[in-house]
């Protein structure tokens, strides 16, 4: 009798030690939610990262033309006596801009259909931003207009940014119709929303934001 108590109780005991099913299914549901907000919060980490780098490229892209132009960079077609202006050229809502010389000088990117890097083309390089990443949009103030002046859309369209030797500062300029600027502010974005901002002013002075 004595014995039979003691199994009895031991198996009461088995009992409670073990979990039920819908113990169970919580502490699944628990750490599937836990699982997706890490995975979710590594997501937007790493857009923040890969967004952070695109717009410092963006922003080196236009010290790289700033260089060029000051140094007096030139390579063929270009005569002893002709050195070009470089420049980036931007267009809303793509996820592409241009580093370009301008062959022509008339102070603004013309695409002539021919590969980059070939000696009939103003496209030095083109840079590709992929995964979604864009330029949103961009805004320039008039050229009359500094400090706290309104930062007017550009709705579509292209701005360039265009150096010359021997100035530092550059000369800002909607394409169509032709507006030069004192300012511009270029948004990127990722498709999950975050944006970066790239201003560049008519004295030569570029920020991250």
């Known amino acids: 009798m004595i014995k039979l108590i003691r199994k009895n109780k031991n198996s009461r005991i088995n009992a409670k030690a073990g979990f039920t099913l819908i113990e169970m299914i919580t502490v699944v549901a628990i750490f599937a939610v836990m699982a997706g907000i890490v995975l979710f919060s ?54 592409i801009f241009v580093h ?5 000088d008339n102070d603004s990117y013309d695409e002539t259909g021919t590969s980059c890097g070939t000696p009939t083309s103003e496209c030095i390089k083109k840079i590709t931003m992929q995964n979604g990443y864009k330029i949103e949009s961009i805004c320039g103030k008039d050229i ?21 030797r021997p100035f530092p500062a550059p000369k800002i300029t909607r394409v169509i119709p032709p507006i030069e600027y004192s300012e511009m502010r ?20 570029i920020s991250v934001q």
């Open 144 to 164: 009359g207009m500094v400090g706290t002046g309104p930062c007017t859309p550009v709705v579509s369209g292209s701005v360039d940014i265009l150096f010359t």
């Open 42 to 95: 590594g997501s937007k980490f790493n857009d923040t990262v890969t967004l952070e780098n695109l717009t410092q490229d963006v922003a080196l892209s236009i010290r790289e033309a700033q260089v060029k132009a000051i140094s007096g960079s030139t390579t063929s077609p270009f005569g002893e006596d002709f050195t070009p202006s470089y420049g980036v050229h931007f267009t809303v809502n793509s996820n």
């Open 186 to 205: 270029l948004v990127l974005s990722s498709d999950t929303g975050i944006k970066k901002t790239v201003i560049a002013w008519a004295t030569g002075q």
């Open 100 to 104: 370009f010389v301008d062959l022509n």
